[in-house]
């Protein structure tokens, strides 16, 4: 309806692929603020509170930024990802880039332990594509706090482990003593 009421909704729209145009705008936007020392950052434990019941909830990372920075594709309910630097930035001042870039280190570890973890074990190995990957993937982008990552890992790491089952060994109706 937002395109068909606003043709230029669409080009609004595709604006927020432009994910390099979109960081360099809120760097220098985020680098005009005064850090606020992680308080935009615990907004995250706020997410999952409907509006209906919080009208005035603080606004995530990329819905602040782009209400900002794009405010016609907020107008349109699109929003645009900041990038985890501006994230920190916008948290720490020009801090924030090496307290995100030492979170970032530890995560990538992280990342790296559980896909070396993986080889020839499935269970692991899914694990690590639809749950550490996407977090790595998206938190890169949008940001790995107060936005869509963190929330998605949540998510993800509730979802695998109630419908993911780890594979039985299998029996042999061998008995050992037998081979």
Known sequence: HAVIDNPDAAKFAMNRFDYLETYVEGHRHVLSLDPDWGAS?????????????????????????????????????????????????????????????????????????????????PYLSTYYVTVVLIYVSSGFMGGFVDDQALPQFILNNIYFFLFVRRPTPIKSSIPLSNI
């Open 41 to 121: 950052m615990l907004g995250v434990f706020l997410q999952p509170l409907p509006r209906g019941f919080w009208p005035e909830k603080p606004d995530a990372f990329s819905t602040y930024m782009t209400g900002q920075i794009l405010p016609q594709n907020l107008q349109i309910g699109v929003t645009a990802n900041f990038n985890s630097l501006n994230e920190f930035t916008r948290a720490f001042g020009s801090a924030g880039v090496v307290i995100g870039g030492l979170l970032l280190a530890c995560i990538l570890a992280l990342a790296y332990s559980v896909f070396s973890s993986a080889v020839g074990r």
